[in-house]
């Protein structure tokens, strides 16, 4: 058996179990994983059912120009369609987008235009804007319109809501899904509830979008409007394919707990995915508390982790924007770890021989020195044996006759490697100075212990 042609291949993406990321969850949490569409995402649903609705209505000529604003998934599935159709493409999308989207795109042979993200929608920069003045300015062109174009969210009811009521028997009791055009929540939601109106449809929104604040009080508030960094939901306009009476609530997620959690999916789940996939796992983890063990939860898993290398995948973004936990141990995370912290020392006049007692009492080969409190200098093994090798008698001389110097003193802040870097065959601790002017010790035991959690 074979497909005539690629977009034959969209749709009838598997259901999967999360089992690790969701175990504080009460409830079953299953994904609908997108990324296995020919292009990788969700949109390609979508991007096909406009353009069949667009040739039926004969808004799209054979041979057309089809032009869009886009942030790289909807023109992936529009690019791929186009080629099988034989149409052109044109996109227009924002300097946010991840460079890999805008790559793939033209990758499809499509010309695309990168417009300025922290611009009003009705600004001429915008991405919006360009788009609009494009299809009027190209001859035979189309502009499918995704927030506004209903074969959007027709899609998702005739796809999407089918294959998801399907895979879990009717048993689904919540559908969970990242906002954007809101094409899949809407269509989706639309579908699942017409077969069990109790089934709850909640949306996940950013932190810098007009939608959680719209569906509470009704007011359209543009103070709500910041620039944010979570790609592919949130808006600062109301879609039309946003049905608001379909949906039971929003819930807000930071950029920081969308990225990393991003992030965790893969890493617990196997499943590589993209930026709204972490944004809808983080806001199901917030909501956690309305659910119980009986509910099936749905999430939409919409696109690919390829598309994310440069950003979520990637520490150094991270780091500059801060959103990276801070994983580097220091003294003070290292001391925390250490059962006992009864610093063993012995002063400078005491005996060798009282110094070799104590070391074999207590197994350790190495000891700092001390006078009046004060470290001044450190007693190894070989030190002893080559002294007593050289002079039996200095078995009584005092413990500063022979001692070497002293440990190397860091302070709470001083981070692993720089410990590490301290710690060779002279020196087995470091002495750690405390706040109170008291210290303690690092051994290398202390490191290893620590390291392996
Ligand atoms: C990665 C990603 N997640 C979520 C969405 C939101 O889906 P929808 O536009 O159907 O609301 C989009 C839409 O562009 C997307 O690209």
Not at 73 to 82: D, E, Q, R, V, Y
Not at 298 to 313: A, N
Request: net charge negative; proline share 4%; glycine share 8%.
């Amino acid at each position: 058996m074979w497909y005539n042609n690629i977009l034959e291949t969209i749709g009838n993406t598997p259901l999967v179990k999360l089992n690790q990321i969701v175990k504080d969850i009460p409830a079953t949490v299953l994904a609908k994983i997108e990324t296995t569409n020919p292009g990788n995402s969700i949109k390609d649903r979508m991007a096909l059912k406009m353009i069949e609705d667009a040739e039926k209505s004969g808004k799209l000529k054979p041979g057309g120009t089809i032009i869009e604003g886009t942030s790289g998934n909807t023109g992936m599935g529009l690019a791929m369609a186009a080629i099988i159709k034989g149409y052109k493409c044109i996109f227009t999308t924002t300097d946010k987008q991840s460079k890999e989207k805008v790559d793939a795109l033209r990758a499809f042979g499509a010309e695309v235009i990168v417009c300025p993200t922290n611009v009003e929608p009705e600004d001429p920069r915008s991405y919006y804007s360009v788009s609009s003045r494009l299809e009027r300015e190209v001859p035979n062109s189309w502009k499918p319109n995704q927030y506004d174009n209903l074969s959007n969210s027709q899609a998702h009811y005739e796809q999407t809501g089918p294959e998801i009521w399907e895979q879990t028997e009717g048993k689904i009791t919540h559908l969970l899904v990242g906002v954007g055009t809101g094409g899949t929540i809407s269509g989706t939601g639309k579908y699942l509830k017409e077969k069990n109106p109790n089934i709850q449809v909640w949306g996940i929104d950013t932190y810098g979008s007009v939608f959680k604040k719209y569906k509470e009080t009704g007011i359209f508030d543009k103070n709500e409007v910041y620039p944010y960094i979570t790609e592919g939901i949130g808006e600062d306009f109301l879609p039309a394919n946003v049905d608001f009476d379909t949906i039971d609530l929003f819930e807000k997620v930071t950029d920081k707990d969308a990225a990393l959690m991003t992030r965790e999916i893969c890493r617990q789940e196997g499943i590589f995915v993209g930026n709204s996939a972490g944004a809808a796992i983080a806001g199901l983890l917030q909501l956690k508390d309305q659910l119980k063990p009986e509910d099936v939860v749905v999430v939409i898993f919409h696109d690919h982790g390829s598309r994310y290398m440069g950003k979520m995948y990637n520490e150094d973004w991270l780091r500059e924007r801060g959103f990276l936990k801070d994983e580097k141990l220091t003294a003070s995370t290292i001391l925390a770890k250490k059962e006992s912290s009864e610093i063993i020392s012995i002063d400078c006049e005491k005996t060798i021989s009282e110094a070799i007692n104590t070391m074999n009492t207590l197994n350790i080969s190495q000891i700092p020195v001390t006078q009046k409190g004060m470290f001044v200098g450190k007693l190894a093994e070989g030190d002893i044996l080559k002294a007593l090798l050289e002079n039996p008698s200095l078995k009584s001389a005092p413990v500063e006759s022979i001692m070497t110097s002293s440990f190397p003193f860091v302070d709470l802040n001083t981070s692993i490697d720089k410990i590490s870097s301290l710690i060779n065959k002279e020196n087995s601790a470091v002495l750690v100075e405390l706040p109170d002017g008291r210290f303690d010790i690092i051994t290398q035991y202390d490191i290893i212990n620590a390291i392996k959690g």
